[in-house]
């Protein structure tokens, strides 16, 4: 398991990179633009559209998203993203985000659970 902190970090705080693409801090912007696409990150799911987009949105530079104010804008600015990815790309990426999201997800318990029902980071003993 890895450092929690860094965990948070990554997803929360700073930028960084992944196979070449910049992914930006988790905004209220892009929060209410996943709501907006009903992104899987929100309300589960697998739907690949909704995938790309949600990876779309953590990729583009607040500037150019907040010039997308449709669902459908944002589709088609992720379909058209995704397409000048070369071959592979796109699913490393995939990937890759999701075992961040599953460590970030292992180290933030869910505040209603019982104390002693909340998952604990192993040890190095």
Same mark, same amino acid.
């Given at each position: 398991? *890895?450092?929690? #902190?860094?965990?948070?970090?990554?997803?929360?705080?700073?930028? %960084?990179?992944?196979? *070449?693409?910049? %992914? &930006?801090?988790?905004?209220?912007? @892009? &929060?209410?633009?996943?709501?907006?696409?009903?992104?899987?990150f929100l309300f589960g799911g697998n739907d690949i559209e909704a995938v790309i987009a949600t990876i779309f949105i953590?990729?583009?530079?607040? =500037?150019?998203?907040?010039?997308? @104010?449709?669902?459908?804008?944002? %589709?088609?600015?992720?379909?058209?993203?995704?397409? *000048?990815? $070369? $071959? *592979?790309?796109? =699913?490393?990426v995939i990937q890759m985000l999701t075992k961040q999201l599953m460590e970030l997800s292992y180290v933030a318990p869910?505040?209603?659970?019982?104390?002693? #029902?909340?998952?604990?980071? $192993?040890? #190095?003993?």
């Open positions: 398991m *890895g450092d929690p #902190d860094k965990a948070v970090d990554t997803i929360l705080e700073a930028p %960084f990179t992944l196979e *070449g693409i910049t %992914f &930006y801090p988790l905004t209220l912007a @892009r &929060y209410a633009n996943f709501e907006k696409i009903k992104s899987p953590m990729a583009c530079p607040i =500037e150019e998203l907040k010039a997308l @104010r449709t669902a459908d804008q944002i %589709f088609q600015a992720a379909v058209e993203w995704a397409d *000048g990815l $070369p $071959p *592979g790309k796109l =699913e490393t869910n505040s209603a659970e019982e104390e002693s #029902d909340k998952k604990k980071l $192993p040890t #190095d003993s």
